[in-house]
């Protein structure tokens, strides 16, 4: 089985920019676009003048082609290289396989000598004098010499008459399936293109998304901070509150002390007052009964007045007092009231902030896992897309 289709033998000298382009529209004209060629076209690029160690792989490379393609050209018909290549393919090949280029020069067969008129102008090797009992087949390209391209309609159509030969196949229904191929690419372009806009707004609508989300995300985090930072500052408010509440017991505690020390005082202070106006009763009476001694006990009597006088005066201040502490511990207790209160309102908003903390979570949470199945959903229609 040959492993080339077609060998290309030409001159580096002049021909190497036409012998790149006719082996790149010959392999790929009429390709299936899943292929990478539709034949395999063998061109030497080496310069064989300068590695003549390089014949043997050239001779493996003829006697494995199906088709000799020469570009003719003076410098090709001065080349012992290209005459070597032909004389190796006329031996050992079929010379109906021998399909010519013409790049330059003059081509003219005579039916009467059945060859080609060999003139200076004839641009083909001496080796090919004599061989060719029928006129080949060959194709004109002197004018793509020097501008042979693959988007070059009138060098493609040239170049399709050695493509459908080496194919067997004839030239329009080449060049017409050439014509669906590229139809079919570019409707598999345009697909592509299709399909990358699509592929490219849902990437876009799952950022928007995933941005939204982060954002929605960040909110809510910053809500969360923001009644953790509130709880924080109530935290700190209901332990001050705390404070002040044992600072009021400690003082209850010590008004409590006083006004027992107090009521004490003022008990001792009405015995001492009972005391004395018994002692100046008492002194009254023997002022009244006693003659010369009447004197003494009036002086008493006087003395016991004014000290029972003093200690009405006392016992009135420590009543009064008596009356200051019990002010003062009713206002305590009222105090200590509101600050229970207090405490039980800011434990309450306590619990309801955690509660709402709670709830914020467990929102946040099924957000961002419902946001995170539906891009798991998308990516999956967009693989099957």
Same mark, same amino acid.
């Given at each position: ?9 030409? @001159? ?24 990478? /060629?539709?034949? /395999? ?19 493996? %490379? ?68 004599? /061989? ?14 020097? @501008?042979?391209?693959?988007?070059? @309609? ?8 050695? %493509? ?47 941005? %939204? ?91 016991? @007045? ?10 009135? /201040?420590? $009543?009064?007092?008596?009356e200051v502490l019990t002010q003062q511990i009713a206002a305590l207790r009222r105090q200590l009231s509101t600050s229970q209160a207090a405490i039980e309102a800011a434990e309450k908003k306590e619990l309801e902030a955690q509660q709402r903390i709670e709830d914020l979570g467990q929102r946040l949470n ?8 539906? $891009? ?10």
């Amino acid at each position: 089985m040959a492993t080339y289709d077609a060998f290309i033998s030409y @001159s580096h000298a002049k021909d190497k920019h036409i012998a790149t382009a006719l082996q790149s529209a010959i392999q790929t004209l009429g390709k299936p676009w899943y292929q990478r /060629r539709a034949l /395999r076209v063998f061109r030497d690029d080496a310069s064989l003048s300068a590695t003549p160690q390089l014949w043997p792989s050239i001779e493996q %490379a003829l006697s494995e082609s199906r088709y000799l393609i020469l570009l003719a050209s003076p410098e090709a018909a001065a080349s012992p290289w290209v005459a070597r290549e032909l004389l190796y393919w006329l031996d050992h090949k079929r010379v109906e396989t021998l399909l010519i280029a013409m790049t330059d020069g003059e081509l003219v067969w005579n039916d009467d000598a059945n060859d080609f008129s060999w003139t200076e102008a004839t641009p083909l090797p001496a080796v090919l004098a004599g /061989r060719m009992a029928t006129e080949p087949r060959w194709v004109d390209l002197r004018r793509h010499r020097s @501008s042979a391209a693959r988007d070059d @309609s009138s060098f493609i159509d040239l170049a399709a008459e050695f %493509a459908a030969t080496i194919r067997g196949i004839p030239k329009d229904d080449l060049l017409s399936q050439e014509v669906r191929q590229q139809r079919r690419v570019l409707r598999l372009a345009w697909t592509a293109v299709g399909s990358l806009l699509v592929l490219a707004s849902l990437a876009g609508h799952q950022w928007k998304l995933m941005t %939204a989300a982060e954002r929605t995300a960040a909110q809510q985090k910053q809500v969360v901070e923001e009644q953790r930072e509130e709880v924080t500052g109530k935290d700190y408010a209901l332990s001050r509150l705390n404070t002040l509440i044992g600072e009021l017991n400690e003082l209850l505690t010590l008004e409590k002390k006083g006004r027992f020390s107090a009521e004490e005082e003022v008990a001792t202070l009405r015995s001492s007052l009972m005391a004395t106006e018994t002692e100046r009763d008492r002194y009254r009476g023997l002022y009244q009964r006693a003659g010369p001694g009447a004197a003494d006990a009036q002086r008493r009597v006087t003395e016991l @007045s004014g000290q029972l006088d003093a200690e009405k005066r006392t016992t009135a /201040r420590a $009543l009064a007092q008596n009356e200051v502490l019990t002010q003062q511990i009713a206002a305590l207790r009222r105090q200590l009231s509101t600050s229970q209160a207090a405490i039980e309102a800011a434990e309450k908003k306590e619990l309801e902030a955690q509660q709402r903390i709670e709830d914020l979570g467990q929102r946040l949470n099924a957000a961002l896992d419902q946001r995170v199945r539906e $891009l798991q959903s998308n990516a999956k229609r967009s693989s099957k897309q």
